[in-house]
C-alpha cells in the first residue's frame, strides 16, 4: 500500500494549542478521546501535555486508516471548526441540501456541528472512496 498523506502535522500541532478541548483528537479520528477531553480539560491538561509526543504516532494511524482523494481533510476540517454553524464544509463536500439546511439553522441547532465533529472523517472517507465520476 502506498503512504498517503491524509492529515497535516502541521493542523495537528496548531489544534494541539487547543488540545485540552480535544480539537487534534477529533481531527485524527478519535472522537471518543476527544469528548472526553472536551469534558475533562485534556485529562486535567496532562493527556493534552502527553498528546504533544503522540501526534505523529496519530497522524500516522489517521493517515493509514483513510483514503486521500478529491476532498482534503484539513480543508474540510478547517471549515467544519471556523464556518460549521454555517454549513460551509458540506457545501465543500458537495451536500448541497444538508448545506443549507446548516445555513438556515446554525448548524441544525448546533446538534448537526457536533455530529461533523464526531464523523467527518468518515464521510470524507467515504466520498474520497467513491469513483470520480460518481454522483454525490
Known amino acids: 500500500m502506498t503512504n498517503q498523506d ?16 480535544g480539537s487534534h483528537r477529533f481531527y485524527y479520528g478519535r472522537p471518543v478521546t476527544g469528548t472526553i477531553w472536551f469534558f475533562t480539560l485534556g485529562l486535567l491538561f496532562i493527556g493534552w501535555i502527553i498528546d ?14 483513510y483514503r486521500t482523494g478529491r476532498i482534503d481533510y ?15 464544509h458540506r457545501f465543500y463536500l458537495g451536500k448541497w441540501v444538508t448545506g443549507l439546511v446548516y445555513l438556515l439553522t446554525g448548524g441544525l441547532f448546533l ?6 465533529y464526531w464523523t467527518l ?16
Open 111 to 116: 446538534v448537526g456541528y457536533l455530529y461533523d
Open 74 to 88: 484539513t480543508v474540510s476540517w478547517i471549515l467544519l471548526t471556523f464556518l460549521g454553524v454555517f454549513g460551509i
Open 52 to 65: 504533544l509526543f503522540l501526534i505523529p504516532g496519530m497522524d500516522r494511524e489517521a493517515d493509514r486508516r
Open 6 to 21: 491524509t492529515h497535516s502535522k502541521t493542523i495537528g500541532y496548531l489544534l494541539w494549542i487547543f488540545g485540552f478541548l
Open 121 to 136: 472523517n468518515d464521510q470524507i472517507d467515504e466520498l474520497n472512496r467513491r469513483p470520480q465520476d460518481a454522483r454525490i
